[in-house]
T-cell receptor
Framework: NAGVMQNPRHLVRRRGQEARLRCSPV?????VYWYRQLPEEGLKFMVY????????ESGMPKERFSAEFPKEGPSILRIQQVVRGDSAAYFC????????????FGPGTRLTVL | AQKVTQAQTEISVVEKEDVTLDCVYE???????LFWYKQPPSGELVFLIR??????QNEISGRYSWNFQKSTSSFNFTITASQVVDSAVYFC???????????????FGQGTTLQVKP
């Protein structure tokens, strides 16, 4: 009964480095959503992807952030040239092919930028 | 614009007390979904319940119950006979339904931190 997997669980980067966060959805799920939880803030939507397509990226910062969900393999959230303000918990969620079902969340990746 | 408000930032109760977490939402959509998630101290997000906008029946699951009232745009969550293990941050969320029929992004409230003391 594998749920949403995220790795790494904790990631430390220095300012200016790149961060790559991986998300493997529940088997059979083809919809992936990324959310960010900044300290003392709630959860904010970043991007919604289906296999090989970005459906909604209205919550993604315009620069340095990108996301993909290839035909094979996990979804990747990539942050280039990280800054201290990127330190947060990043959660991935997945839902089944119909997409009208519940979003199930992974354990999150805690990113710390030194 | 869609919005979810959880006015209670923190609630502290003693074990065995009942507690209600409030959630008020705003949306212009006629079809939408409402959710509650729990975030325990370990940090993961645990799904508790999903309710669609056409189903106003209240739901009970063990010590948990939910009261959905469309007339007041509220979806409140009650824990009966609270336990220490209920201590967590609880998030209420609203999702839109896209023209494709798929569920879009979740809009979360700010969360309510519940502390249950022994």
């Amino acid at each position: 009964n594998a749920g949403v997997m995220q790795n790494p669980r904790h990631l430390v980067r220095r300012r200016g480095q790149e961060a790559r966060l991986r998300c493997s959805p529940v088997k059979g799920h083809s919809h992936v959503y990324w959310y960010r939880q900044l300290p003392e803030e709630g959860l904010k939507f970043m991007v919604y992807l289906q296999k090989e397509n970005i459906i909604d990226e209205s919550g993604m910062p315009k620069e340095r952030f990108s996301a993909e969900f290839p035909k094979e393999g996990p979804s990747i959230l990539r942050i280039q040239q990280v800054v201290r303000g990127d330190s947060a918990a990043y959660f991935c969620a997945s839902s089944p092919a119909r997409g009208t079902d519940t979003q199930y969340f992974g354990p999150g990746t805690r990113l710390t930028v030194l | 614009a869609q919005k979810v408000t959880q006015a209670q930032t923190e609630i502290s109760v003693v074990e065995k007390e009942d507690v209600t977490l409030d959630c008020v939402y705003e949306t212009r959509d006629t079809t939408y979904y409402l959710f509650w998630y729990k975030q325990p101290p370990s940090g993961e997000l645990v799904f508790l319940i999903r309710r669609n906008s056409f189903d106003e029946q209240n739901e009970i699951s063990g010590r948990y119950s939910w009261n959905f009232q469309k007339s007041t745009s509220s979806f409140n969550f009650t824990i009966t006979a609270s336990q220490v293990v209920d201590s967590a941050v609880y998030f209420c969320a609203l999702s839109e339904v896209l023209s494709s029929g798929n569920t879009g992004k979740l809009i979360f409230g700010q969360g309510t931190t519940l502390q249950v003391k022994p």
